[in-house]
T-cell receptor, first 110, second 115 residues
Framework: DAKTTQPTSMDCAEGRAANLPCNHSTISGNEYVYWYRQIHSQGPQYIIHGLKNNETNEMASLIITEDRKSSTLILPHATLRDTAVYYCIVNLRGNEKLTFGTGTRLTIIP | EAQVTQNPRYLITVTGKKLTVTCSQNMNHEYMSWYRQDPGLGLRQIYYSMNVEVTDKGDVPEGYKVSRKEKRNFPLILESPSPNQTSLYFC??????????????FGPGTRLTVL
């Protein structure tokens, strides 16, 4: 599985868009990009995933660069409840193991 | 409500005393998995199961056992716990072939302390 690189921590003002970057320069053609978040020692929560097209759901948007070597998770209007650790994972679809790194600790500032 | 439940949520035990952490899901998922989470190390997979009676090792299986006799249950067994197994444990389940997607659910976690 391709490894990912994320900043250790980020801050974002409440109500602004939070943009979380992820580098995955060794991603292979059939590997997906997945994003999860974990709020204060709760179980990880699925956010979104994509292969090469940009994706949007009710929680977030995922922008994947054309060469697929990096992606950005966008929380359009961050709230205090979005404070969490965000994990970017690259994985073959259906692969039994998700390899979580250490993620980005996002803090939303009032 | 679709959910993964774990019991107990908190447990303090002593070295060598066998224990079992239960995991149950109500979504008829084929795939179930156990992770442990330690500071600075992220989540690491212990064991996973693709269906009843089918289990396999993850990244850190030493010191753990699992069984999958029923589709809904996937208990984690520590035959002789040691202090280095003090950790936060998560169970997860998913539809087969959908690991990582919006069908994957994690339990609330079990915080285990081994003295």
């Amino acid at each position: 599985d391709a490894k990912t690189t994320q900043p250790t921590s980020m801050d974002c003002a409440e109500g602004r868009a939070a943009n979380l970057p992820c580098n995955h320069s060794t991603i292979s053609g059939n590997e997906y990009v997945y994003w999860y978040r974990q709020i204060h020692s709760q179980g990880p929560q699925y956010i979104i995933h994509g292969l090469k097209n940009n994706e949007t759901n009710e929680m977030a948007s995922l922008i994947i660069t054309e060469d697929r070597k990096s992606s950005t998770l966008i929380l359009p209007h961050a709230t205090l409840r979005d404070t969490a650790v965000y994990y970017c994972i690259v994985n073959l679809r259906g692969n039994e193991k998700l390899t979580f790194g250490t993620g980005t600790r996002l803090t939303i500032i009032p | 409500e679709a959910q993964v439940t774990q019991n107990p949520r908190y447990l303090i035990t002593v070295t060598g005393k066998k224990l079992t952490v239960t995991c149950s899901q109500n979504m008829n998922h084929e795939y179930m998995s156990w992770y442990r989470q330690d500071p600075g190390l992220g989540l690491r997979q212990i064991y996973y199961s693709m269906n009843v009676e089918v289990t396999d090792k993850g990244d850190v299986p030493e010191g753990y056992k699992v069984s999958r006799k029923e589709k809904r249950n996937f208990p984690l067994i520590l035959e002789s716990p040691s202090p280095n197994q003090t950790s936060l444990y998560f169970c997860a389940s998913s539809l087969w072939g959908q690991v990582g997607t919006d069908t994957q659910y994690f339990g609330p976690g079990t915080r285990l302390t081994v003295l």
